[in-house]
């Protein structure tokens, strides 16, 4: 039903810069919080940004001042602005919906996008 599709992922070197997209079928983000995720090897996922349905955005303290999240609720899309990326980006990227609500939910993750960070 729903389905979830990173895309903009890379193999860029140290300093580089980024734009991922996630888009979406069978949902509507115009009334979800959407959150972007990564997953390194050998750790845990971990959130990386999150846009409330209001535009409010929230960044893990690594990332802030380097990533930027926005939505373009029109084309049903989240994107990821990463900059200044540094090796300890190296993860596989994904994105889901934000549990904010009782009723919210996420969803089955997609494949991800892989980027990866040279020194």
């Known amino acids: 039903q729903v389905q979830l599709v990173e895309t903009g992922g890379g193999l860029v070197q140290s300093g580089g810069s980024l734009r991922l997209s996630c888009a979406a079928s069978?949902?509507?983000?115009?009334?979800?919080?959407v959150g972007w995720y990564r997953q390194a090897p050998g750790k845990e996922r971990e959130s990386v940004a999150t846009?409330?349905?209001?535009?409010?955005?929230n960044y893990r303290d690594s990332v802030k001042g380097r990533f930027t999240i926005s939505r373009d609720n029109a084309k049903n899309t989240v994107y990821l602005q990463m900059n200044s990326l540094k090796p300890e980006d190296t993860a596989v990227y994904y994105c889901?919906?934000?549990?904010?609500?009782?009723?919210?939910?996420?969803?089955?993750w997609g494949k991800g996008t892989l980027v990866t960070v040279s020194s």
């Open positions: 069978g949902i509507n983000f115009t009334f979800n919080a």
């Open positions: 889901n919906t934000v549990k904010t609500t009782f009723a919210g939910r996420m969803y089955d």
């Open positions: 846009i409330l349905i209001n535009g409010k955005t």
